[in-house]
C-alpha cells in the first residue's frame, strides 16, 4: 500500500488558498452561483472545451441505438448542463452547514429505511447519477450510524485533501476503497456502519469479471458492495435521486437484500445494475457519461449473444 504523500509548504499554501476560494464562493448568492457560474461553466464544457465530447455522444449512440443523432445531442448537452450544476454544488458545499445540506437532498422514505437496517451494519449503493457527492449527507440523515463514503484517493494529494474538506459532514467518515475492508472490520463493532458505495464505473479488469446486460452491452461492475454484503450478511439500499430544482433534491431508497434472504452469486448486483438501468432510461442527462465506462472486451461467447 502507497504511504500517504505529504504536502510541501507550497501546497500547503496553495490548498489553503483555495479552501478560502471555495469558501467564499460558496456564500454567493443562490442566483449567481447557479444563475450565472452554472452556465458559465456549461458553456466551458460544452461549447469551448468540447470536453470528452466523442466520449460521451459514443456512449449514448451504444446506449440508444434507437435514437437519431439530434436526440442524442440533445442529451449530450443536457448531461453538460447537469455536470456544471454537479460542480457548482460540489464547491458550495465548502460553506453550508449540515442542516442546509438536508433540506438541499431530503430523503423521502428515511424513517422507513432506518427502521429497515435497525442497529445493523449496512450498504449504500449509488451511481454518479445526479447529486452523487450530496450522498455524503446520509450520515447526518441516520444518526445512529457512521457513513463511510468509498472514494478513490486523487492522485494529486494537495487536490485529495482539498476533495475530502468539501466532503466532510458530522458523523461521515471518508475512506480510500483500498482501506475499505480493514476500516471495516475494525469498527464495526464500534458504532453501526453504512457503507457508500458508488459502483457504477468501470471495474479494474480481472478474469473472473461477471457480466451484466446494461444500457444494450455487455458491461462489468465493481461488485465490492455484493462481496460484503454477503459475507456478513448486511442489507444492502439504492438510491434514486430526483431533482427538484438547481441544487435541491429529493430521494429515496429502494432495499435490495435484506440481509438474511439467500441468493446466488451476482444477483445483489444484477438488481442494481436493473434499477440503474431504469433511472437512467427515465432521465438520461443525470448521468455522468463522459466516463470511459465500456474499455473492456467481454469474453468472446458473450459477444455472439443478442442483447
Excluded at 10 to 18: A, G, N, P, T
Excluded at 37 to 58: D, E, G, P, S
Excluded at 173 to 200: A, E, W
Aim: hydrophobic share 40%.
Amino acid at each position: 500500500m502507497k504511504r500517504a504523500q505529504k504536502l510541501n509548504i507550497w501546497q500547503k499554501i496553495l490548498l489553503e488558498l483555495l479552501w478560502i476560494l471555495c469558501r467564499a464562493f460558496a456564500l454567493l448568492p443562490h442566483f449567481v452561483r447557479y444563475g450565472i457560474f452554472k452556465h458559465m461553466v456549461y458553456a466551458l464544457l460544452c461549447h469551448i472545451l468540447h470536453y470528452r465530447r466523442k466520449v460521451i455522444m459514443q456512449n449514448l449512440r451504444n446506449s440508444f441505438p434507437d435514437k437519431g443523432e439530434e436526440e442524442l445531442y440533445e442529451i449530450c448537452k443536457k448531461s453538460y448542463m447537469n455536470l456544471s450544476e454537479q460542480i457548482i454544488s460540489i464547491v458550495s458545499q465548502s460553506g453550508v452547514s449540515d442542516e442546509t445540506m438536508l433540506e438541499r437532498m431530503e430523503v423521502i422514505n428515511a424513517e422507513e429505511t432506518d427502521l429497515k437496517i435497525g442497529n445493523r451494519n449496512a450498504v449504500l449503493m449509488t451511481a454518479h447519477f445526479g447529486p452523487w457527492e450530496a450522498c455524503i449527507t446520509m450520515g447526518l440523515v441516520f444518526k445512529r450510524h457512521e457513513l463511510v463514503g468509498v472514494y478513490h484517493k486523487l492522485e494529486n494529494p494537495m487536490m485529495d485533501e482539498l476533495m475530502k474538506r468539501i466532503r466532510h459532514r458530522t458523523n461521515s467518515q471518508l475512506v480510500d476503497i483500498n482501506s475499505t475492508m480493514r476500516y471495516f472490520l475494525q469498527n464495526k463493532d464500534k458504532k453501526p456502519i453504512i457503507l457508500g458505495l458508488i459502483s457504477d464505473q468501470n471495474p479494474a479488469y480481472r478474469p473472473n469479471l461477471y457480466w451484466h446486460r446494461f444500457l444494450h452491452q455487455w458491461s462489468a461492475f465493481y461488485d465490492g458492495a455484493e462481496v460484503i454484503a454477503l459475507k456478513y450478511k448486511l442489507p444492502v439500499f439504492y438510491f434514486t435521486p430526483y431533482k427538484i430544482r438547481d441544487g435541491h433534491y429529493k430521494g429515496k431508497y429502494t432495499m435490495i437484500y435484506d440481509g438474511e434472504e439467500e441468493v446466488a452469486p451476482n444477483v445483489i448486483m444484477e438488481r442494481y445494475v436493473r434499477l440503474l438501468e431504469r433511472d437512467i432510461n427515465e432521465n438520461p442527462h443525470m448521468w455522468m457519461w463522459s466516463h470511459r465506462r465500456w474499455k473492456h472486451t467481454p469474453p468472446q461467447e458473450l459477444l455472439s449473444q443478442k442483447i
